[in-house]
């Protein structure tokens, strides 16, 4: 485990830097979010049309103008979500700092703020695992602590774990909830085996 930190309790800690520009997973991920949002309610508004079509008040042009109308909306979401994204990785500076926290009951997946470089966090971790003291070791659990955003899985609630080597990324899907974790190609099946071994009740692919 070459980027893997591990402190006396067992707890596996690593950091991975995110380049925004040639990674385009968050992107498809939202992407997939919202258009399928929009599939969703074209569906149900073709179903609304099936009486009326069955009484003759509507016909095929009907429905062709609704598929083109949500056809038309898809390519707007999916240009407002590229435009979004660039945007948003800008503001980031190109870069997603991010540090997970695994251990034998679930993953945590923390994004920390954009001030905070890779090097910083590993040398907090490695206060977190118990290589320094005293202040030292306040200070490395507050730095990873004071994050903005954090989604966490729960191993015994994943119902579906998918691996994608070449992106380095494993989606750890729970009913309500889906998660992202993201490793180095030297520590990707460390991980994957970890998550895939204690998620009973997940379909594995990867």
């Known amino acids: 485990m070459s980027g893997i930190v591990q402190d006396e309790n ?83 500076g190109g870069k997603y700092c991010v540090v997970f926290t695994m251990d034998e009951e679930g993953i945590t997946h923390k994004q920390l703020p954009r001030q905070y470089k890779k090097a910083q966090i590993v040398g907090a971790l490695n206060v977190l695992a118990g290589l320094a003291g005293g202040n030292v070791t306040q200070a490395g659990i507050g730095l990873i602590t004071s994050t903005r955003d954090s989604i966490s899985s729960e191993f015994a609630s994943v119902r579906s774990v998918k691996g994608s080597r070449a992106l380095r990324v494993i989606k750890v899907n729970e009913p309500l909830a889906k998660n992202q974790v993201y490793v180095e190609a030297d520590d990707y099946d460390f991980v994957f085996g970890f998550i895939r071994d204690h998620c009973p009740n997940a379909r594995i692919k990867g």
């Open 10 to 92: 067992g707890v596996y800690r690593w950091v991975y830097e995110f380049n925004l520009y040639k990674n385009p997973t968050i992107l498809f991920t939202v992407m997939k979010i919202l258009v399928g949002i929009i599939v969703i309610g074209l569906v149900i508004m073709l179903a609304f049309m099936v009486p009326d079509l069955a009484k003759g008040y509507a016909d095929s042009g009907d429905v062709a103008e609704t598929l083109t109308f949500g056809g038309i909306f898809i390519a707007l979401f999916i240009v407002l979500t590229v435009v979004g994204y660039l945007v948003y990785a800008i503001m980031q």
